[in-house]
């Protein structure tokens, strides 16, 4: 091995007689050519290189090579040499004096600073179910320093780590996620969600709609979800081109070589056309792929597609959902990749979808459920006014491409007990819907609505839109509009500095209760058996972990006999109570007699396990650090002193902390290795004129994101 440490080596002689040994000096690792060692170092990574210059003073004045580090930087950070990077990689490539050395150090003195600051979001705001506005703010301020380049991604690296266990660096992840689905849903997504709402109608389809919904709940694996499907839709196009070129060699698609990209845009066909194809897609779906038959066929295509009917159903379960609007999305999509545009109707829970003829104002109606049949409006009203004889007819006309949207976001919304969102995403559909009302324009109507969403958590998220509306329209406000504006922005900067005080006093009171323990002058603790990273199981053996407790059960005696909550309890009331993190996402508050610690402790699937917990040990998982000085390990019966766990926050002073180790294993899901859109760049100074501000000069993108 050529890595060693520094320490071990610091006499030449030493590295000399170990590299060469005293005979072969001339045929030895450091006596090679400069060419050949620096082909050599090129396969180190970026960190290992930083080691190797420590070694001896000839591998120092190798590792120097910018063929050397211009190798290493690619390998290291290949989302970075993606041609969307480009020319914001160019720029700072020039502010390093055209050194790879220099920009590799750079980028990972980014990740540095960023863990730094995710690990203080996580002792900080751990008392809030969802972003904060103080730890947006920090994440701005880095910017100017580092860049959106870099920080994007260096974000993505905390997300989806090289070596890391994925039970490891829980809080960090959880941060870096949010903080990487609000500014990419805001800057990339909310813009695309623009340009579908101000489309002329008939561009708007069915799958496109899906598809921007997939980008919006998990923005963070984007291109893995969008080739995954693509590959899906393209391969059941495939079947339906290659039965088209079979029976209908005359039509215009049997030309293609291969179907659309995407499914988005207008019917390429006459009507006739049109006909045919969706004969021929009939047959590919209910006849080759066996698609609502119990049993379907055991062959290649239908597996993929079952998978992606799979994804539909766990991440579109929309109002409706089920066999009608998973049949019906994969039905357009399909046909939109064949140049078919397809719409929903707006009859709730219908299988029908529709075509708009070209030659005439009618549409053709599809019934996706029985087989692709094809109905024309006064059959579908004759079928449907046997059941509903009062409906309005104009439930049977398209969905307005507000309303699909707002129907997607209900359902993405809606309580489901198989994977219900945290607060953090619930409140970024509710945004989202506030922006889907006004056509994703920023007018008073749609400013209200966000007003009313947003104020309580992002109070300085609120401020800045305001700002956006008082600059595109100030020629259009009256002098009182804009005063009552202004006096309205003062407001959202006094209850930002409210909610930034309220997270030092909670620090100050952990800090209180460290010196207080500190001086053995701690007191309220109690006897309880379960400490904060238990994991624990109630009921029938199921999972959870412990992230809070309580003394005894902290309701008003009133509230106890009116609801015999406790009326089960051997012991009562008075005994500890803990606050759960459940399998599926859920909270609990049992008493200890219900609980049992679990003979063999599993991670916990639940979205908010990175909100209070640094990692998963195997036996437990540890604390963030307030949580573990507020919540110490348990005293026993028997024991008149507690114990407490005060970790730091970032355990390494070095910029190259984040090895490359080994491929990760399969089950985890892999990093995308390009990202979507660009990020403008974040200043700290785009608030008013009393806002704080560092001065530091920016690095990166150019442009700003209104966070």
């Keep these: 091995m050529l890595l060693m440490d520094a320490a071990e080596f610091s006499n030449e002689k030493k590295v000399m007689h170990w590299l060469s040994g005293e005979q072969n000096a001339e045929t030895s690792l450091l006596f090679l050519p400069t060419e050949i060692l620096e082909h050599i170092l090129c396969f180190l990574s970026v960190e290992d290189l930083a080691s190797v210059s420590q070694v001896c003073k000839r591998l120092n ?89 870099f920080n994007r991604d260096a974000l993505l690296e905390v997300i989806y780590p090289c070596q890391h266990c994925p039970d490891d660096d829980l809080s960090l992840r959880y941060y870096a996620r949010m903080l990487f689905r609000e500014i990419q849903r805001d800057v990339v ?76 845009g207008p019917t390429l066909w006459t009507d006739d056309q049109t006909l045919m194809l969706l004969d021929v897609l009939n047959i590919v779906l209910y006849d080759q792929l066996a698609l609502m038959k119990d049993e379907g066929p055991a062959d290649a295509p239908a597996a993929e597609l079952n998978t992606l009917v799979l994804y539909l159903r766990r991440h579109l379960h929309c109002a409706g959902s089920g066999t009608q609007t998973v049949m019906g999305t994969v039905y357009s999509s399909v046909a939109g990749m064949l140049g078919v545009n397809l719409h929903n109707v707006q009859f709730p829970h219908s299988s029908m979808i529709c075509w708009h003829r070209t030659d005439s104002e009618e549409y053709l109606f599809i019934d996706v459920v029985r087989r692709g049949m ?63 009302r006004g056509d994703c324009r920023l007018d008073m109507a749609a400013l209200d609505d966000l007003m009313s969403a947003l104020a309580r958590t992002r109070p300085m998220y609120t401020r800045r839109l305001l700002q956006q509306f008082v600059q595109a329209n100030d020629i259009f406000l009256a002098e009182n509009e804009r005063r009552g504006l202004e006096v309205l922005m003062k407001h959202f900067k006094r209850m930002y500095k409210r909610l930034a005080l309220s997270l030092d006093e909670q620090e100050a009171k952990v800090q209180e209760l460290v010196n207080l323990r500190a001086a053995d002058r701690a007191a309220g603790d109690y006897p309880r058996q379960f400490g904060a990273g238990d994991v624990v199981t109630y009921g029938d053996e199921r999972l959870a972990v412990v992230y809070g ?55 916990i699937d639940h979205q908010e396990v990175g909100r209070f917990f640094t990692r998963f040990d195997g036996e437990r998982y540890e604390p963030i650090a307030p949580l573990a000085i507020l919540f110490p390990e348990p005293r026993r019966e ?58 530091v000069a920016v690095v990166g993108d150019g442009g700003r994101v209104d966070h």
């Design 61 to 149: 004045d190798v590792h120097t090579s910018e063929k050397v580090w211009k190798f290493g930087f690619k390998s290291r950070y290949p989302r970075l040499m993606q041609p969307s990077c480009r020319p914001a990689l160019l720029r700072v490539f020039e502010r390093c004096g055209r050194s790879w050395r220099r920009i590799a150090r750079f980028r990972a003195s980014a990740g540095h600073h960023l863990r730094t600051a995710l690990a203080k979001m996580a002792d900080r705001c751990y008392s809030v179910h969802c972003l904060p506005d103080p730890a947006m703010e920090d994440f701005r301020k880095l910017v100017p320093v580092h860049g959106t380049l």
């Design 189 to 264: 997504l909310l813009p695309m969600f623009r340009e579908y709402m101000q489309r002329p109608a008939q561009h708007v389809n069915v799958p496109e709609a899906f598809y921007l919904m997939s980008l919006w709940m998990v923005p963070e694996q984007t291109n893995n979800r969008e080739s995954s499907l693509k590959a899906c839709y393209m391969k059941v196009a495939g079947l339906v081109l290659d039965e088209v070129r079979r029976k209908l060699p005359e039509h215009p698609a049997a030309a293609w070589d291969t179907c659309k990209k995407n499914p988005f």
């Design 374 to 436: 094809q109905l024309s409006r006064e059959q579908v009203l004759e079928e449907l006014n046997a059941v509903h004889p009062d409906m309005d007819l104009q439930m049977l006309e398209p969905f307005p491409r507000a309303g699909l949207l707002g129907r997607l976001i209900n359902g993405a919304t809606h309580p489901d007990a198989r994977r219900p969102e945290n607060g953090f995403d619930l409140v970024s559909f509710e945004t989202l819907a506030c922006w889907a």
């Design 549 to 603: 407790c309580s003394p005894y059960y902290e309701v008003s005696q009133d509230w106890i006999a009116h609801s015999r909550a406790c009326s089960g309890l051997e012991r009562g009331e008075k005994q500890p109570f803990y606050n759960l993190l459940m399998e599926g996402d859920r909270f609990g508050y049992m008493a200890e007699e219900e609980l049992q610690l679990a003979p063999d402790p599993q991670p």
């Design 638 to 695: 028997n024991e008149t002193k507690t114990s407490f766990v005060e970790s730091s926050i970032d355990g390494s002073d070095s910029d190259w902390e984040d090895d490359v180790g080994e491929e990760e294993e399969e089950w985890r899901p892999a990093p995308p290795a390009v990202w979507m859109g660009v990020w403008p760049e974040i200043l700290a100074e785009d608030s008013d004129d009393d806002e704080d501000t560092d001065g």
